[in-house]
């Protein structure tokens, strides 16, 4: 199976910074893109970032100029630089990646625990 372990949560004051971390393993032929989402209680899950493999990124407006994700493509693993951080970040946020599954033989999506972050004012 495929895992994501995701870490780099935590608490911070407004303006601070955090750096997430997730690493994918298990039954990984080859990754096709990863990213970050996050979800709020009573919110749908959001887009964060996203990277392809080619190094494509995808950012939500509101985190353009704030957040940054990069990839570690030989350690399978995906980050994001989070900058200027508002109590409106506070959330928490999920690794997710679009893979496709040595085992299987099929592309699909897996998800990370989640880690927590939070911002205090």
């Known amino acids: 199976q495929v895992q994501l372990v995701e870490s780099g949560g935590g608490l911070v004051q407004a303006g601070g910074s955090l750096r997430l971390s997730c690493a994918a393993s298990?039954?990984?032929?080859?990754?096709?893109?990863m990213g970050w989402y996050r979800q709020t209680p009573g919110k749908q899950r959001e887009l964060v970032a996203t990277?392809?493999?080619?190094?494509?990124?995808n950012y939500a407006d509101s985190m353009k100029g704030r957040f940054t994700i990069s990839r570690d493509n030989a350690k399978a693993t995906v980050y994001l630089q989070m900058n200027n951080l508002k109590p409106e970040d506070t959330a928490v946020y999920y690794c997710?990646?679009?893979?496709?599954?040595?085992?299987?033989?099929?592309?699909?999506?897996?998800w990370g625990q989640g880690t927590q972050v939070t911002v205090s004012s």
């Open positions: 997710n990646a679009d893979v496709n599954n040595y085992d299987t033989g099929r592309r699909s999506d897996y």
């Open positions: 298990g039954s990984i032929f080859s990754i096709n893109a």
């Open positions: 990277i392809t493999t080619g190094g494509s990124t």
